[in-house]
């Protein structure tokens, strides 16, 4: 079974910045689309960022020139780097890796909390 591991997440200022990274156990299959969501208290989880298997980035509109998701290949990582923060950015960010087809696979982060705080 693959593990995606989380790290980065932690307090910080406003208009401060963290990297959230994302690593998967093993080497895996190229999945189809890499993603973070984020989930604040009383909310649904929302998706933040997505990076399809060719490159092509959406992101949510409030974090739009602020967040740029990437990916490293070799190290099966996916990378959220996170400017400008806002208190409204207060969540848990879980990274999700998706590959379908017939060596599918849907796998998730244990999440990571990311305070925004003065």
């Known amino acids: 079974q693959v593990q995606l591991v989380e790290s980065g997440g932690g307090l910080v200022q406003p208009g401060g910045s963290l990297r959230l990274s994302c690593a998967a156990s093993r080497s895996i299959l190229t999945p189809n689309r890499m993603g973070w969501y984020r989930q604040a208290p009383g909310k649904q989880r929302e998706l933040v960022a997505a990076l399809s298997s060719g490159g092509s980035a959406n992101y949510e509109d409030s974090v739009k020139g602020r967040f740029t998701i990437s990916r490293d290949n070799a190290k099966n990582t996916v990378y959220l780097q996170m400017n400008s923060l806002r208190p409204e950015d207060t969540a848990v960010y879980y990274c999700?890796?998706?590959?379908?087809?017939?060596?599918?696979?849907?796998?998730w982060g244990q999440g990571t909390q990311v305070t925004v705080s003065s």
């Open positions: 999700n890796i998706v590959r379908g087809g017939q060596f599918a696979y849907d796998y």
